[in-house]
């Protein structure tokens, strides 16, 4: 800390980098457990309700819960946390990104490619994916959004399909999860024969509820009504509820100045990068408090209510 | 391969359709409805009728 407090008097952004960069690079540990640990949980569910354990409903509820805890793993994958940026580990990455996902039949390959472009160009209606749901008019129009912007003519397509177009990487790296695509397709269709009520329950409905729950937490809040650019993009807000029910996407502001700095680190970082977000202007940072770590941010009303 | 893959673009709503909801709407007609093993069959129509319209309405949020 005594290092980090030299920096304080000079804000320039060589100084912000020199403290930001104190805070990446390790393996978050922790999103390799709950990403194992909550397949493993929706797998024994699935077990449990067939074999008659547990009724539907409470498997249902189970699956609602792991269904919202499946993106977060493959999220900390795309920005290689789960390896500490270290290639031998990368398969980490990969594997532990793509079994979270398994839930929401989607091909980690095709989200990291995908997120990528909406860190790139967020709140660009023309290029960020996620514009549609991250800047949706309210909670409910994002939540929606956020299954619908996909339809083969929706306006998230449209913004892929240019850069398809444009970028033969990002074409190349959507070409890599298409094999994903078809076992999701025919794994939903065998269950679905021979379960179909609970491949209802246990799957279809938790993957659509969870994406929408990611439209309105991950997307809406943080972004809706903001502008372009890395200091400028995402605000500190609250819904009135601790933020650890929310993933901590109050903070997510940290997660858009720095991607390389993992999610269970950023409450520590903004307390020490406090003084630059201020000085950058960042939506709400006048407002952050000087202890977030264990700090549920309930009370940040004065960001989301003024900063709309 | 590719001929696999151009059916598979132009078609899978429909067989998603037919065979995934139309396999829960036969589950909801004999489990919720009671209806009989033939009249349940029906669901499979459904699904089918619903798979073809998400085709041409270009909704994959049925997938």
Partial sequence: MDQLGQHLSDLSIEAERKVAITFMGRIEWEMIVIGLGQFTLWIATWVLVIVGTIPLYVGFLLAL???????????????????????????????????????????????KATHLKHHAHTNDPDNDPDFFHGNAKNWWEAAVSANVAYN?????????????????????????????????????????????????????????????YLGIVFSYYPHSGLDKGRYKNTRFWTNRMPRFLNHSMQIHTMHHMYPRICHYDEAKAIEALKPFMIERGMPGAEYIPEKLRWNPVTYIKEVYFGGR | MESFNKFFEDWNL???????????????????????????????ALGLAFGLLAKYRGWSWIN
């Avoid at chain 1, 025919?186 to 609970?198: H, N, R, S, V, W």
């Avoid at chain 2, 065979?19 to 709407?25: A, M, P, V």
């Fill in chain 1, 152 to 212: 083969n003519d929706g306006p998230a397509m449209k913004v892929i399909s240019k850069h398809i177009e444009d970028d033969p990487k990002f074409k190349k790296a959507l070409e890599k999860g298409g094999s994903w695509v078809f076992l999701f397709f025919f794994a939903q269709i065998i269950l679905a024969i021979l379960y179909p009520i609970e491949t209802f329950l246990l799957w279809w409905v938790p993957k659509r509820f969870a994406a929408s």
């Fill in chain 2, 14 to 44: 429909v067989l998603f359709g037919l065979l995934f909801w139309g396999s829960i709407f036969v589950a909801a007609l004999l489990y919720i409805f009671e209806a009989n093993m033939i009249v349940s069959l029906l669901g499979y």
């Fill in chain 1, 65 to 111: 819960f792991t269904a919202c805890n499946a993106y977060l793993p493959s999220h900390a994958g795309q920005h290689s946390h789960l390896s500490g940026g270290k290639k031998n580990l990368q398969w980490l990455d990969y594997w532990i990104g793509q079994i979270s996902l398994i839930q929401h039949t989607q091909p980690h390959e095709i989200l």
